[in-house]
T-cell receptor
Framework: DAKTTQPTSMDCAEGRAANLPCNHS???????VYWYRQIHSQGPQYIIH???NNETNEMASLIITEDRKSSTLILPHATLRDTAVYYC????????????????FGKGTRLHILP | GAVVSQHPSRVICKSGTSVKIECRSL??????MFWYRQFPKQSLMLMAT?????????EQGVEKDKFLINHASLTLSTLTVTSAHPEDSSFYIC???????????FGPGTRLLVL
């Protein structure tokens, strides 16, 4: 799987949009971009994933650049409950599903929502 | 949605005893489950990959005789910490992957304290 790089930490004011960047310059054509987050003392929570088109769900939006070398996770109206560590991964998608593929966690981005 | 549960959520045991942690996929079948460990202020560390009906694959440095993994059905995997010691105190998290899908869903975690 391609490697990703994320800023160590970010601050965002409550009610504003939180934009979390991720670089994945070595991404392959069949690799999806995935985002998870971990709130303190809880298991990681799936947020969203995408291949090349922008995606939106009830939690967030995912913007992937045209060359797919980077992406941005957008939390449109951040609340204090969004304080967490956010992880970006790139992984082979369904067509190339590997039964033993695994997520190796990096350090992620620690997002602080400021009241 | 895809829900993964863990039991117990918290356990305290004496040094030298064994502790079993259960991971269940509640609304989907999971041919693959993963076990992670997380120490305070650190990221999740993958311990092993568990495929239903076969032996688990352990990551380098993880003792297979100490951390026994059983994945006997498509909805249940267990992790047994044998002869637990204080240094095994940690947050243990499982995840599960649908048979034909890609997204991994994580359990809420089990906090183990060995006295």
């Amino acid at each position: 799987d391609a490697k990703t790089t994320q800023p160590t930490s970010m601050d965002c004011a409550e009610g504003r949009a939180a934009n979390l960047p991720c670089n994945h310059s070595t991404i392959s054509g069949n690799e999806y971009v995935y985002w998870y987050r971990q709130i303190h003392s809880q298991g990681p929570q799936y947020i969203i994933h995408g291949l090349k088109n922008n995606e939106t769900n009830e939690m967030a939006s995912l913007i992937i650049t045209e060359d797919r070398k980077s992406s941005t996770l957008i939390l449109p109206h951040a609340t204090l409950r969004d304080t967490a560590v956010y992880y970006c991964f790139v992984r082979v998608g369904r067509l190339g599903v590997n039964r033993d593929d695994k997520i190796i966690f990096g350090k992620g981005t620690r997002l602080h929502i400021l009241p | 949605g895809a829900v993964v549960s863990q039991h117990p959520s918290r356990v305290i045991c004496k040094s030298g005893t064994s502790v079993k942690i259960e991971c269940r996929s509640l609304d989907f079948q999971a041919t693959t489950m993963f076990w992670y460990r997380q120490f305070p202020k650190q990221s999740l560390m993958l311990m092993a990959t568990s495929n239903e009906g076969s032996k688990a694959t352990y990551e380098q440095g993880v003792e297979k005789d100490k951390f026994l993994i059983n994945h006997a059905s498509l909805t249940l995997s267990t992790l047994t910490v044998t002869s637990a010691h204080p240094e095994d105190s940690s947050f243990y998290i499982c995840s599960a992957k649908r048979a034909l899908g890609e997204t991994q869903y994580f359990g809420p975690g089990t906090r183990l304290l060995v006295l």
